[in-house]
């Protein structure tokens, strides 16, 4: 049930970019992003409702292919901020559970 | 923007004894609660999800006797760990689905409880 992120890690210099991608193996009905910081609870980042959408604010972006099953998660002209582990999260069209994914570690360095 | 409190943020006890956890809705009713745990290092898995006035929903392999949860009402889910040991410490963090609007099912977190068995 658990959607699979890749990479697992990344280490960006102040000011590139990463995508970070989210796969699952069962038909997604919505697609969540959200960032943790170390001993935090996570923070909501985006929600994708259809197939299709591309959602942003500021310089995180995110898009959703429903017939991939796939996420990806950008962020361009990353900042110190933008360290700390993303998860995307997902739920089936029924029942009420929700999985995140097996997470992608951010570090931003100067 | 919806505020989901958990308390204790972190408790310790000895083997042996129960530790309950509560989760509260504070400006909005939450008719679907989650728990999930968190090792270090790992993601958040979900062990059970609770619905206000019913029996909980819990995932595979989650012992359904020793993570009591109880949802009494639309704003206060509790998770009881019972007989705690060793291997049940462990970062256990709440979440609330959010009634509805633009983000009708954007789940909002509690802060997170740190539980530390000796």
């Known amino acids: 049930q658990q959607p699979v992120q890749s990479p697992q890690a990344v280490i960006l210099r102040e000011g590139e970019d990463a995508v970070i991608n989210c796969s699952s193996s069962k038909a997604l009905y919505s697609v969540h992003w959200y960032r943790q910081k170390h001993g935090e609870a996570p923070i909501f980042l985006m929600i994708?409702?259809?197939?299709?959408e591309q959602k942003g604010h500021d310089k995180i972006s995110a898009s959703f292919n429903e017939k991939k099953q796939q996420s990806s998660l950008y962020l361009t002209a990353s900042q110190l901020s933008y360290s700390g582990t993303y998860f995307c999260g997902t739920g089936p069209n029924t029942g009420n559970q929700f999985y995140f994914g097996t997470g992608t570690s951010l570090t931003v360095i100067p | 923007g919806a505020v989901v409190s958990q308390h204790p943020s972190r408790v310790i006890c000895k083997s042996g004894t129960s530790v309950k956890i509560e989760c509260r809705s504070l400006?909005?009713?939450?008719?679907?609660m989650f728990w999930y745990r968190q090792f270090p290092k790992q993601s958040l898995m979900l062990m059970a999800t609770s619905n206000e006035g019913s029996k909980a929903t819990y995932e595979q392999g989650v012992e359904k006797d020793k993570f009591l949860i109880n949802h009494a009402s639309l704003t206060l889910s509790t998770l009881t760990v019972t007989s705690a040991h060793p291997e049940d410490s462990s970062f256990y963090i709440c979440?609330?689905?959010?009634?509805?609007?633009?983000?009708?099912?954007?789940?909002?977190f509690g802060p997170g409880t740190r539980l530390t068995v000796l």
């Open positions: 400006d909005f009713q939450a008719t679907t």
């Open positions: 994708l409702l259809k197939g299709g």
């Open positions: 979440s609330a689905r959010s009634p509805g609007g633009l983000f009708a099912d954007t789940q909002y």
